[in-house]
């Protein structure tokens, strides 16, 4: 029988955790939400973040601007030692302009960890920002979700690498997660194939007796059968209608079956025949917990 | 009558100063070009770099990899005390992952001036590096060379601000070349109507009072027909057949034209009508000067 599991019941014990390092911190978690622009579902995104922090006593202020405004509001907020955690809705200009306000974000602030400079650290597989290894390197949000839940689906071994010696299938191939989540399930040991429009890559651990090396990455000529076939974890993120479904034949029995996309990218057949051990649907609620965890660390670290 | 101006005439000129230079400089520059994948153009840029470089005594050492050999290429040049100048030809993957390549290479090394730091200086014109203002910060190559042109092109006020009054229309707004160029000319006093496929922007120049200042940027309404009638400088830059030429029916009398792009994007009229006093074809063979102007910029400036 396939489990489907909620993110949401997941989200709720890291929602006690962070709960009780509320109360633990000196002064009380202040962040911003810049919306620029009129990409709809955006707003749909920044009011649940709104509803979320709010159910945590975190203040969570929107500040809505037309698009040519969200530069000098990163610049404020980036100055203003009362914000403590910035999240920028995109698209604003949808264009490479983007990525220029997204690198404007201080990395100090920069909650959802997009910015080059954690994308650096995580890449390098540099956990820490300091020398003495007390400061930790912000993750990126969703990939950061991501393993989470695959930690509860019980898919992580409890002593060495936690994905040691798991195979993993990868559809996306982002910047902003399926990369950066294809590097952090490489660091935590598994053999990673990681495929978009652009064919497949292979993501590899690196050497047991050297955990804090980076990943290396070569090309292969494997195919989505054969990736599939060897999975132990499949995770999906195509926002698009023509991605061809995965369906229960193409899995290794008792895979654990993650969508993080807003689009359908299973085929119902994954749940109904029960071949899949997990099917994780979404990971939303989990993504905006992580988010608040990293504005949580980040308080801390630059307060100290 | 209008005036064709050979770039490579105007480059002669930089090309003496540059000689100059190098002979003043106390190590010989070692610039690296990193060529990694296949997208042919790439290698002809690379080449025609290699031999601008050797007919001025520079070292350029054009080291190719496939593509994901990029990365760790730029990582040990970044490192190597004895490379002055870095240029990594793109598109590599063809994916927002060129622009964490772009990121990666250290900006005291970026002699295209494409990372966000250089990026953020020019946008919120800050020109110098340091608070004596002795350390210049470094412009995109692009966008300088036709500045450049323009002022070579007679375009220039002799005092004040060198664009004071004028307007300038351009076509691209690229992060590389039309967004960093239209900042440009509005801190140089122009007032800039920028096109691109998402319609027009107005970057204003700063008070005169605060030359200091960044530009300001506004939405508008003006459509392509009033901004030609309007601009003493058209600047174009659209690599697409389907661009509408530009027509010497729509400039306004004494037009400068520039033509980055390597589509044609005036119309023959242009110059066979008379009406446009200049026009620039192309800027190629300034740009690669400037690439070695910022080179020996970034040489001094790591040496003191």
Partial sequence: MTVTIDPATVAQRFREEIRAQLQAAREPLHLVGILAGDHAPSLTYALYAQRACSELGIGFELRRYPRLGAENAIRSANADAEVHGIIVYYPIFGTEQDVYLRELVDPGKDIEGLHSKWARHLYENRRFVDADKTRKAILPCTPLAIVK?????????????????????????????????????????????????????????????????????????????????????????????????????????????????????????????????????????????MVIRNALRLQQQNAG
């Fill in 149 to 289: 839940l695959v930690e509860a689906a019980g898919f992580f071994h409890k002593t060495g690498r936690p994905l040691e010696g798991r195979t993993v299938t990868v559809f996306n191939r982002s910047e902003v997660v399926g990369r950066p989540l294809a590097s952090m399930l490489a660091h935590d040991g598994a053999n990673v194939y990681s495929f978009d429009v652009d064919g497949p890559l292979h993501f590899q651990p690196p050497p047991q007796h050297e955990p804090d090396a980076a990943h290396s990455l070569a090309e292969t000529e494997i195919t989505r059968a054969e990736a599939l076939a060897a999975s132990d974890i499949v995770i999906t993120g195509v926002p698009s209608k023509s991605f061809e479904l995965v369906r229960a034949a193409e899995l290794r029995p008792g895979a654990l079956c993650i969508n993080f996309s807003t689009y359908k990218n299973f085929s119902d057949d994954v749940v109904s025949e029960g071949k899949a051990a997990c099917f994780i649907p979404r990971v939303g609620p989990m993504t905006v917990l």
